[in-house]
């Protein structure tokens, strides 16, 4: 969807500065998809030229890079690929170090935003790479893993995705094994994607904060990908964060709602049911993705009849975020929500699991 000229997308002053001084953080962008698909050598030199500038224009401080395997390479090429992608962070984090760092823990985290540079940080989406075999979790972490969640939008050998909810499929042994041994490594647990049963069975037996890195509320657009308020409450009750998708077949169902205000409808709705404390940003920037990696041969881009090419006007990707801030300083939203809301959460919540274990 192209964006609607008669919009006004520029950001006015107060917002602008408001942002610059916010910590933002994006907790699913899936460029390391794009940037894993050059050639080793243009690793580095193709996120600095593609991605870190879209980044540092939307003011994005810390940025959540998740690891997910399409189906091509699964099931028995899903661990080469994913220790490919994670190869990939490690390089284009040490081509850039004057820009960004792979922060393993909360202390590299806060140095990385002093000194004025982007917070990268590993995630694993849906995990195939490890399939049933849980003690690879430990060795995801030691290669700098700190956020995954176990299933996609069908079933893997840990749980059923969303896309299975008609199953009532709770985590299987091995699920609720990999919920223990992330508690134990330092792991944040995601409940995104996770099937509605498995969301709750994760509910029942996690003792530290989950997240939902990139979901929003099923109230407001009744998709399996959403949550409940009963599962935002949920995972606020463990100390966790929701951070709202932005993609438009989330938010609403017909395209002349796929707006910003849209958007902040879902922002709002998870900050009054899980509290604002609890609430956080989750792009899931798929598009520049998607055209970058599909090709013209291959055009259909629908999954589970949505258009992932569809954007919000303005939002196509990082440097639209200041216009989140905006429309949440238009809404009359205090200040000190809205630093909570578009990084500050998730800071905390990254400064309080990337710790040591005893």
Not at 72 to 94: K, V
Not at 122 to 148: C, K, N, Q, W, Y
Not at 290 to 296: A, G, R, S, V, Y
Request: hydrophobic residues 45%; proline residues 5%; negative net charge.
């Amino acid at each position: 969807m192209s964006a609607d000229l008669s919009v006004d997308l520029s950001v006015d002053a107060e917002s602008a500065a408001l942002h610059r001084r916010a910590v933002v953080a994006d907790t699913h962008n899936d460029l390391l998809m794009a940037v894993s698909a050059r050639r080793p050598d243009r690793w580095a030199s193709f996120f600095r030229a593609q991605w870190l500038p879209q980044l540092r224009d939307g003011g994005v401080n810390v940025q959540v890079l998740p690891v997910f395997i399409d189906d091509q390479y699964r099931p028995e090429g899903a661990l080469r690929q994913t220790l490919r992608m994670i190869e990939c962070a490690h390089t284009l984090a040490e081509g850039n170090a004057d820009a960004v760092r792979l922060c393993l823990d909360a202390e590299q985290i806060d140095q990385t935003l002093a000194e004025g540079r982007i917070a990268l940080v590993l995630a694993l989406e849906s995990a195939p790479g490890i399939d049933a075999s849980v003690e690879l979790f430990a060795t995801m972490h030691r290669l700098g893993v700190r956020v995954a969640s176990i299933a996609h939008w069908r079933r893997t050998p840990l749980a059923d995705g969303s896309g299975e909810d008609a199953t009532g499929g709770r985590l299987t042994e091995a699920g609720v094994q990999a919920v223990r041994e992330m508690e134990r490594l330092g792991i944040v647990f995601d409940v995104s994607h996770l099937g509605a049963a498995g969301v709750g069975h994760v509910l029942e037996l996690a003792t530290r904060p989950v997240i939902a890195t990139h979901s929003s509320a099923r109230a407001l657009r009744d998709h399996h990908r959403n949550l409940t308020d009963d599962q935002l409450r949920g995972v606020a009750a463990t100390g966790g964060v929701v951070c709202v998708n932005f993609l438009p077949g989330f938010l609403a169902e017909d395209p002349v709602d796929f707006t910003v205000e849209r958007l902040l409808d879902h922002i709002e709705h998870v900050a009054e049911v899980a509290g604002v404390d609890h609430t956080g940003l989750g792009p899931d920037f798929v598009r520049e993705v998607m055209i970058d990696l599909t090709p013209p041969c291959c055009e259909d881009t629908g999954v589970d009849g949505l258009d992932v090419l569809a954007t919000l006007p303005g939002i196509e990707g990082p440097r639209g975020l200041p216009l989140v801030t905006q429309g949440l300083v238009k809404r009359g939203v205090p200040e000190e929500d809205i630093l909570k809301i578009v990084g500050g959460n998730v800071l905390r919540l990254l400064r309080s699991e990337l710790t040591p274990r005893a």
